[in-house]
């Protein structure tokens, strides 16, 4: 399995401000998502960013408020922007793995917005 | 559209027990791939076990095993020997175009 970090692991932000999470693997992946999961909550998809393309936003997600880059086929950044306490989560990288179907997680980054 | 139930918000088990995590799911799909994650404290998630719908048997993994039911589009979980590291939030997952999750378990293992 792919060996995923990210950074920052947490993050405490004040409203209105951004922050940008970066997701790192140690190989090459074709498809790398990023999820967000709210306190208490199961994961939802907020995009899919393949290297080269424009990220594709599932619904009730913008580029404005959650803009990606995918530079190349080991990293990728989320930015949240213009936060308010709602952003309050954990946001997860996730990319396929060698396997069919399977998809591998990083630790996640805690955000909690004041 | 496809849907991931798990009816059992939370869960609790003595150490060295079995407890059985259950799901369900819908789709009109004949091939698909159905997963459950962990998550510890820790919140990164970890692949547990992985089931293809076209394969009858079902997927173990040392101390984990799934009872695949397609007809009945159940799948549950069996965690045979529990130990107290298996303490976490458990995620039954979907995959079709992508992964779909159910809202989870939370397992507690009693000492």
């Known amino acids: 399995s792919a060996v995923i970090s990210q950074k920052p692991s947490r993050d405490i932000c004040q409203r209105g401000t951004s922050l940008t999470i970066q997701c790192q693997v140690d190989?090459?992946?074709?498809?790398m998502f990023w999820y967000r999961q709210q306190p208490g909550q199961s994961l939802t998809l907020i995009a899919t960013?393949?290297?080269?393309?424009?990220?594709?936003?599932e619904s009730g997600f913008v580029i404005d408020k959650f803009p990606i880059s995918r530079p190349n086929l080991t990293f990728s950044t989320l930015t949240v922007s213009n936060m308010s306490p709602e952003d309050s989560s954990i946001y997860l990288c996730?990319?396929?793995?060698?396997?069919?179907?399977?998809?591998?997680f990083g630790p996640g980054t805690r955000l909690t917005v004041t | 559209a496809q849907t991931v139930t798990q009816s059992q918000p939370e869960m609790s088990v003595q150490e060295a027990e079995t407890v059985t995590l259950s799901c369900t799911y819908d789709?009109?799909?004949?091939?698909?791939?159905l997963f459950w994650y962990k998550q510890p404290p820790s919140r990164q998630m970890i692949l547990v076990i992985r089931q293809e719908a076209y394969k009858q048997q079902n997927a173990t993994e040392n101390r984990f095993s799934v009872n695949f039911q397609k007809a009945a589009k159940s799948f549950s979980l069996k965690i045979s020997d529990s130990q107290l590291g298996d303490a976490a939030m458990y995620f039954c997952a979907y995959r079709d175009a992508e992964l779909i999750f159910g809202k989870g378990t939370k397992l507690s293992v009693k000492p």
């Open positions: 190989s090459q992946v074709t498809m």
């Open positions: 996730s990319v396929t793995g060698t396997g069919p179907y399977e998809q591998y």
């Open positions: 960013a393949n290297q080269g393309s424009e990220a594709t936003y």
């Open positions: 789709t009109s799909e004949s091939d698909y791939y």
